[in-house]
């Protein structure tokens, strides 16, 4: 409590924020002073965020969601034998000539030969590398039971979702400024994993070596070829995405009503349900800062 | 026969001697001014080593080491109810009144605060550090400082600053927080009776060598200071894990004649490295009160340190007399180490000392915490259910988590004293050494 004399004769002196000279006259140690708190910074970093912006680059995240239910539907079709290794080698060869393409038109800077022919070149080491290891991976599980497989894709797809890194590239593109992380690692292996499982189920060698190719290509390339997109024309990103979109609702529906139903609540959920959600929670956002925080050092380590 | 002790205080922490540092400092002193005063003062922390079981310190100063291991930074293993039976016998044995917990970060402190608390005994906290709000080690330590702070009867600070903190922290109320900053042992503090000539200027560091105390700045600043300044030399003491950065300063830029690499300092150790300098550096990124500052002023060095925490309070005597300060920059801070250099002429030590003897005193620390004791005392008691409905505003979750815990703290209690009646727990005798001579009470 403060013993304020009013009207005495000797005014006490002015409080100040001090530590040195022991108690201040007139003013007990638990004093409180008006300027208590001032140099206190609420909410300094905290973006602002638009719905429709947001909405808007969440359809990355739905985007990449049908690229993998597109996978995971080419794997269930060739397990029930409905797709046939032609077919299948078939499509391989046309997803690589369309992604090159994109790539090639989405770049500002043009290839030149000797760089294609070099793509071409690691292309082919790596398709005749994965034709020769096919049949390690026909017999890798051939000891363990097929619920096993299916419980470990499962939950290796579902890692792979969660840690994937959706604004970048998965490989580095040129031109990105940001590198491949850790949790973007784990995914990209999570993934490959969960293919060679599912490519392990297969009857004959040339089946392992088309879905595995499939597999690749699609988990390696297609972020990439996405990214490519995105920065050559937003309006581009947002069509591709939706026609993707379409093809994936009608191949799930083809295949199980429930599945479509649970598919089509989870692409509601990314893209509206999610943004509205976030814009709703900010508003709690509560970020300190003040004279107590550690001091930031301005130039960068170097050991 | 002398009077009966007119307070008895148990302090409680995990730093104390062997350890030396801030807090172990604090301690120290405040019990020694506090024996001074007539009252009765106990220590209670864990064991150092070997170092277990009661010991006597200067003064009558009884220390408890309690066998309990610490297990990551000098903290006790954090077992909750573990304490109960030891702190409860110590209470009992001393016939405390008040306890007074140091430091957020010792858990034995937090235990030992909340087992008081159950047991009726008033409380008194008292906060070192700074912390921030945003990682995920500052969330959990700021919920359990909450926990603790939830039922307390006064709160010390060792700066504005460190007051600002703690009450944002602790959503405790800022009537409920005393401001009672650190001082310095001016005996000890002293300047050397012949000033080292100023043809080479010694500017002298020492600090844990960690990112916190500024180690990166040092790497910067000081090959540029050697630059600039070809009779200055460089004193740096203390270790860590920058020790390493340091040293490839060092030979980088060819200066091992001109940066002397002391290594750990003993405490007993720093005046005399203190007093073969002129400039004391603190590069520090964060400080609640530097006491390191103090130390240096003491003993008549001019000191040079970063703009952060509770530094500018400490040291604002008159406009850069005795300290220079600088943001966290590495150019700003070799502009500081230049005015510093042009200023140093004029620089009298010994009325530095003396200046410093009235600014800070232990005895003035110890006189206001008395009042701070005194207004605990003061407090109301409270019984368990009234106690709970402070502990259910911490939070949704946590404040239910906090009530089941101070239930749980509570029945053990009771069970604790159907084992072993409050009667039966002997009561230790009080020993007073006086000037005049020893009386047993």
Not at chain 2, 250 to 278: F, N, W, Y
Not at chain 2, 368 to 391: F, G, H, M, P, W
């Amino acid at each position: 409590m403060d013993n304020n004399f009013a009207g005495d004769s000797n005014p006490r002196p002015k409080w100040r924020k001090v530590a040195y000279g022991g108690m201040q006259i007139g003013y007990d140690d638990n004093y409180t002073d008006e300027s208590f708190l001032e140099e206190m910074v609420m909410n300094a970093n905290v973006v602002r965020r638009d719905l429709l912006k947001v909405m808007k680059d969440s359809v990355s995240i739905s985007q990449y969601l049908c690229i993998v239910a597109l996978v995971v539907l080419v794997w269930v079709h060739t397990l029930e034998s409905s797709l046939d290794e032609n077919s299948l080698l078939l499509l391989d060869l046309s997803l690589l000539a369309s992604g090159f393409l994109i790539l090639l038109l989405t770049e500002e800077k043009m290839l030149s030969l000797s760089l294609l022919l070099r793509y071409l070149l690691n292309i082919s080491f790596f398709t005749t590398g994965l034709y020769i290891l096919a049949p390690i991976y026909q017999t890798l599980t051939r000891s363990i039971s097929s619920d096993s497989i299916w419980a470990v894709t499962v939950s290796l797809l579902l890692l792979h979702l969660f840690l994937h890194d959706y604004s970048g590239s998965t490989i580095k593109a040129p031109g990105a400024l940001k590198h491949p992380n850790l949790t973007s690692c784990i995914s990209l292996n999570a993934s490959v994993v969960a293919s060679v499982f599912v490519a392990s189920r297969l009857p004959s060698r040339l089946h392992v070596f088309a879905v595995m190719l499939f597999s690749l290509q699609v988990f390696l390339f297609a972020p990439l070829v996405t990214y490519c997109i995105k920065k050559f024309s937003f309006g581009l990103h947002l069509l591709f995405s939706f026609a993707l979109m379409g093809l994936t609702l009608y191949s799930v529906y083809a295949l199980h009503k429930l599945f479509f139903l649970v598919f089509l609540f989870l692409v509601l959920l990314v893209n509206v349900v999610c943004p509205y959600w976030l814009i709703k929670m900010q508003e709690y956002k509560f970020e300190i800062n003040g004279p107590w925080d550690e001091a930031k050092l301005c130039f960068d380590i170097t050991d | 026969m002398a009077e009966p002790p007119k307070l008895r205080v148990l302090m409680v922490s995990d730093f104390f001697f062997p350890n030396f540092g801030g807090v172990e400092n604090h301690i120290y002193y405040l019990s020694q001014c506090l024996l001074k005063l007539g009252h009765k003062v106990v220590v209670m922390t864990h064991a150092y080593g070997n170092r277990s079981g009661v010991r006597y310190m200067t003064g009558g100063l009884k220390v408890y080491y309690v066998p309990w291991r610490p297990f990551v930074m000098q903290t006790t293993f954090p077992t909750v109810y573990g304490t109960l039976p030891i702190v409860r016998t110590i209470l009992r044995r001393e016939k405390i009144t008040v306890v007074h917990g140091h430091q957020a970060f010792s858990t034995l402190c937090h235990e030992a605060l909340m087992h008081a608390r159950t047991m009726g005994y008033k409380v008194v906290f008292t906060d070192h550090s700074l912390y921030g709000f945003a990682d995920v080690g500052s969330i959990h330590m700021n919920k359990v400082l909450q926990f603790s702070l939830a039922d307390i009867d006064q709160a010390i600070c060792v700066s504005h600053t460190s007051k600002e903190n703690t009450v944002l922290r602790s959503g405790l109320s800022p009537a409920k927080v005393f401001m009672i900053p650190n001082a310095v042992d001016t005996a000890m503090f002293k300047p050397a009776s012949v000033r080292p000539s100023t043809d080479v200027i010694t500017i002298v560091v020492i600090s844990r060598l960690v990112y916190r105390k500024g180690a990166d700045l040092l790497v910067e600043v000081i090959p540029k200071v050697c630059r600039l300044y070809p009779n200055v030399r460089f004193v740096v003491g203390g270790d860590g894990p920058k020790h390493v950065r340091l040293e490839e300063m060092r030979e980088k830029h060819s200066l091992q004649d001109r940066v002397e690499m002391l290594g750990a300092v003993p405490h007993s150790r720093v005046r005399s490295v203190l007093i073969t300098g002129h400039v004391f550096l603190n590069s520090s990124l964060t400080e609640a009160f530097c006491i390191a500052i103090l130390e240096a002023a003491s003993c008549g060095l001019l000191t040079v340190s970063t703009r952060v925490g509770g530094v500018p309070e400490a040291c604002n005597v008159l406009p850069d007399d005795m300290v220079v300060l600088a943001e966290p920059d590495p150019d700003d801070m070799v502009r500081a180490i230049e005015k510093a250099i042009s200023i140093l002429p004029s620089i009298n030590p010994e009325e530095m000392h003396n200046r410093m003897k009235k600014l800070y005193s232990w005895q003035d620390v110890a006189k206001r915490t008395e009042i701070v004791y005194d207004r605990a005392l003061k407090c109301s008691n409270r019984n368990l259910l009234e106690r709970l409905s402070r502990y259910l505003s911490c939070g949704a979750w946590a404040g239910k988590l906090f009530c089941m815990v101070m239930i749980v703290d509570y029945l053990l209690w009771r069970l604790l004293q159907l084992l072993q009646p409050d009667e039966d727990i002997e009561e230790a005798p009080d020993i007073f050494l006086h000037h005049h001579g020893e009386k047993i009470n």
